[in-house]
């Protein structure tokens, strides 16, 4: 197996993060199929499915600032003003659901939680597996694994 080929089977975090998301919102849209019906299904995937479009949606404005080689003062701006914005539109969007008759708020707002919080814990976990240090026979070398 050569270095490329290793490489290859490494995911990104985001992938892992978005198949997560995808997987923890499938079985809360079936556990609600069992408890509440089609109703709490059918919440549980609007649940899902604006979880994963904001945080999608947040790679957006990195890759803008990236490209563009916009300066720290600019990118962050854009960064501010972009999560600003999504952020609205996610309240806006569960607003209007809250009225719609076929939202199931308890099933709508625990599949919110559930998906945010993994993939939140998929990002911490790539970010401790990263970089680790270690000192050798206890002296004060230390190299990055």
Request: glycine fraction near 12%; charged fraction near 10%; proline fraction near 3%.
């Amino acid at each position: 197996m050569t270095f490329a080929a290793a490489s290859d089977k490494v995911r990104r975090p985001p992938t892992v993060a978005r198949w997560a998301t995808v997987v923890v919102g499938s079985i809360c849209a079936m556990v609600a199929w069992f408890v509440v019906g089609a109703d709490g299904s059918a919440s549980a995937a609007v649940g899902t499915v604006i979880v994963i479009g904001f945080f999608w949606s947040g790679t957006i404005p990195v890759a803008l600032t990236d490209s563009a080689r916009l300066g720290a003062g600019a990118g962050l701006a854009l960064l501010l003003l972009t999560y600003t914005l999504r952020l609205a539109v996610v309240l806006l969007l569960l607003r209007l659901l809250s009225r719609a008759d076929f939202v199931d708020r308890g099933w709508l707002g625990g599949t919110v939680i559930a998906c945010a919080l993994t993939w939140t814990a998929v990002h911490v976990g790539a970010a401790t597996r990263g970089r680790r240090s270690t000192c050798r026979n206890g002296g004060p070398v230390c190299t990055a694994l």
